[in-house]
């Protein structure tokens, strides 16, 4: 059998940041460090943080006050930031900082005196913490139907956002149909859209075209795996969401020769390698690398957490390697470096 992963896949920046601010604040404040919702949405980076000492709630009335207390990479909005204070809660904020893009945007135009309309899935917890980020009206729309049915005159002056786990390729059709229901619409450029994103589904639209079956990695509840395995299914090959390899049927890959492997933006690559090894056991496997883009962004933390050394550091494949040896001048130097990096 043989085996071809995509490239990219797997973690992003947000989600290597969103990480790396848990371990540094355990670091640095020692446990239990609470986080208001999923860092991110996998249950093995979850787990991972719990066995260090990370605690995770819903809701900040979970949290004893003036706890360590941080906010996930899929952002919250106004209102938790206020109820956070008044708790006195020492947070920190984890927000992917191009959710913290459309945060922005989506307050310049409602300043403006635009209505907002965000592109995104209800009940996502991303869009959740968008809508209470912008002031005034905000509309979701999550399909071409939903733009039809808007109560609001074709002359309104209207801005669009869109949710970050939605590529151009998602949101296009919906802004297609913006455009023709107002006469006075805005919207980002299409290049602030989340690279990583974009960058896998075009991998897996890729892939499609040399496997018979493609294997998506990633949690039940990531956006962003599942549209993974929908582009997969789309585009006419059998795909599947696991989680590991032990939710490997071996009937999907039986009569498979070619089998592809991606990986959501929230899911490690230790779970890539989990698979691998399960599909190993139904026989010899060769395995391959895409060739795709290479991925270079790094997030600037949050200035309390600069100098905290981790015991590991987290990539953008995943894989999670302790650091050498280094003097504390070395240390220093090289977080000011890192923290002076933003996207690429």
């Known amino acids: 059998m043989q085996v071809i992963l995509a490239q990219p896949r797997g973690f992003c920046a947000g989600v290597v940041r969103a990480i790396e601010i848990v371990d540094r604040a355990l670091v640095k404040h020692g446990a239990p460090v609470f986080v208001r919702h999923e860092i991110v949405h996998n249950k093995h980076v979850v787990e991972g943080l719990k066995q260090k000492g990370a605690r995770f709630v819903e809701e900040l009335d979970e949290v004893p006050t003036g706890a360590v207390t941080i906010f996930s990479a899929h952002g919250v909005s106004r209102e938790v930031v206020a109820d956070a204070s008044q708790r006195q809660l020492h947070a920190i904020d984890a927000t992917c900082p191009l959710v913290i893009k459309v945060h922005t945007q989506g307050r310049q135009y409602a300043a403006s005196g635009r209505t907002v309309i965000l592109i995104g899935h209800a009940g996502h917890p991303e869009v959740e913490g968008t809508m209470g980020q912008i002031p005034g009206r905000v509309i979701l729309v999550q399909n071409e139907a939903e733009v039809g049915q808007l109560d609001l005159a074709p002359d309104t002056p209207v801005a669009y956002v869109t949710q970050t786990t939605l590529s151009v390729d998602d949101t296009r059709n919906i802004i297609a149909a913006l455009g023709r229901r107002f006469s006075d619409l805005v919207g980002p450029d299409t290049r602030d859209i989340c690279y990583a994103t974009q960058n896998r589904q075009s991998a897996v639209r890729d892939l499609c075209k040399l496997a018979d079956v493609i294997l998506v990695i990633g949690a039940t509840n990531s956006s962003n795996s ?100 280094e003097s504390e001048p070395a240390q220093k130097a090289a977080a000011r470096q890192a923290s002076e990096k933003i996207a690429g």
């Open 226 to 325: 599942n549209r993974l395995r929908e582009i997969g299914t789309e585009s006419g090959v059998p795909s599947y969401l696991i989680a590991d390899g032990s939710e490997l049927d071996p009937a999907w890959v039986r009569d498979a020769n070619v089998v592809g492997i991606t990986a959501g933006a929230s899911a490690p690559e230790e779970m890539v390698e989990d698979v691998i090894a399960a599909l190993r056991r139904l026989g010899p496997v060769d395995v391959s690398t895409m060739e795709g883009r290479e991925e270079h962004a790094e997030f600037r933390l949050p200035a309390e957490l600069v100098d905290v050394r981790p015991a590991t550091s987290v990539t953008t494949t995943g894989k999670r390697k302790p650091k050498p040896a």
